[in-house]
């Protein structure tokens, strides 16, 4: 095989300690050095001056936990660092220790046979921590809301039977009410409700009558509590969301221009892929890479199965958010993409199949720098007019009727 690079090093990185092989090449000989280093700060500064005094150029490693990342934040700057799938190089039967693990990532290295993970720079990485730690608070507060609803049934209150949303500006208040527990009867909690809640006062009566007693007091007390912390935390990350993607604002406004995607979801996929498209070579590649492209599963000839396969699933998330989002906008391409494939597939495939188009755009955006351009519900009737045209035809004719077909310039 070619060798590409005759200065390599292959790391097999664990919690505390990291094993390096140091692979040199020169003409027909092959001189290798490991050595095993601990991962504090100071250790992996010894590992970046030993692979300076080696001349390494390009180092691999597999991606371990959350254990890469430091070794990764001190050697980036000086080398060019591959980080792998560890099921992309899993090592032939019998070299499974650390050293022979390095060495396996050393000598694939050397010969050009390693595919590096896409790793975003530093200021994309710390918007994504953000992102990610504000989308785990999110999911946070919908566990405690539900729990909420659970206590609430519990006690015989049927709030949620009654009110979309149980902590709205009139489910908060009610609740407030029965935490205090100075005037809980159900006429006067219904008369706490506020706009379009006041049409359903007669059954707001009835799902305030119920056995709310102080054990439910006290943890209706607790979760409202922990609810507002979890909404001030939430508005701090926004907060300082806002601020990390202030470099990339023309991005935003570029990707706010597409159906479905609002400022959150826009922060998140830029989070999630960068603006640099120049990693995929293709819409297909970055479409893979988050899990929302159809399968390809065949056999003998025979295809088994299309379903998506594993990706980036918190890309995935900010993709079926917007499609929900995108489908519900009348008179769009993505709503019509929705339609026509809803009756065939299903809500869920269909909803994947938006995602996966509104990535597509999303792609297309960022790489060619240009607006979004709406093709319009029509989209597809244009595209396969005689198609229709049989269909409904045959439709007719099945039902006992003449069909001629005239254009409306010749019938006017």
């Known amino acids: 095989m070619k060798l590409m690079y005759k200065r390599c090093c292959g790391l097999d990185v664990h919690k505390k300690t990291v094993v390096a092989c140091v692979q040199i090449r020169e003409e027909d000989t092959v001189h290798k050095e490991i050595q095993t280093f601990p991962t504090m700060t100071s250790d992996l500064l010894i590992l970046h001056d030993w692979l300076v ?17 430091p070794i990764y934040n001190l050697l980036e700057a000086s080398f060019e660092i591959l980080l792998v799938n560890a099921a992309h190089v899993k090592a032939v039967p019998g070299r499974k220790t650390d050293v022979k693990d390095c060495e396996w990532l050393a000598d694939l290295l050397a010969h050009g046979l390693l595919k590096a993970s896409f790793i975003p720079p530093e200021p994309i990485r710390d918007l994504r921590d953000l992102t990610r730690y ?27 039977s009654v009110a979309t949303d149980v902590m709205g500006v009139s489910g908060r208040a009610m609740l407030e009410a029965l935490v205090t527990g100075r005037n809980t009867s159900p006429e006067v909690l ?43 935390a939430i508005e701090r990350v926004s907060q300082e969301v806002m601020t990390c993607v202030v470099p990339f604002s023309r991005v935003m406004e570029a990707l706010d221009q597409i159906p479905g995607i609002d400022r959150r979801v826009a922060e998140g996929v830029v989070s999630e892929i960068g603006t640099d498209m120049d990693w995929f070579p293709s819409d297909r590649h970055i479409s893979s890479w988050a899990g929302v492209s159809p ?30 989002a995108a489908v519900r906008k009348k008179g769009s391409y993505l709503s019509a993409l929705y339609h026509r494939l809803v009756t065939r597939r299903g809500k869920k495939k269909a909803i994947v199949a938006v995602a996966h188009s509104i990535l597509v755009i ?21 595209l396969n007019t005689a198609h229709i045209k049989r269909h409904y035809v045959r439709r007719l004719e099945n039902l006992g009727f003449k069909v001629i077909l005239e254009p409306l310039s010749q019938a006017a």
């Open 362 to 382: 999303i792609y297309h955006v960022l790489k060619d720098q240009v607006p979004y351009h709406e093709l319009g519900p029509d989209y597809f009737d244009k």
């Open 295 to 324: 399968g390809n599963h065949e056999s003998a000839g025979k295809r088994k199965s299309g379903r998506v396969c594993k990706g980036n699933t918190w890309l995935r998330r900010h993709l079926i958010e917007a499609a929900w």
């Open 190 to 232: 219904a008369e706490l409700a506020k706009g379009r809640l006041r049409k359903k006062l007669p059954d707001l009566r009835k799902a305030l009558e119920g056995r709310f007693r102080p054990h439910h007091r006290f943890m209706v007390a607790e979760i409202l509590v922990h609810l507002d912390f979890l909404d001030e």
């Open 134 to 160: 504000r989308k785990s608070l999110i999911d946070e507060r919908v566990r405690q809301i539900n729990r909420l609803q659970k206590f609430l049934e519990s006690a015989n209150i049927k709030l949620s």
């Open 53 to 69: 005094a080696h001349g390494v150029t390009h180092v691999a490693m597999e991606s371990t936990g959350v254990y890469w990342k």
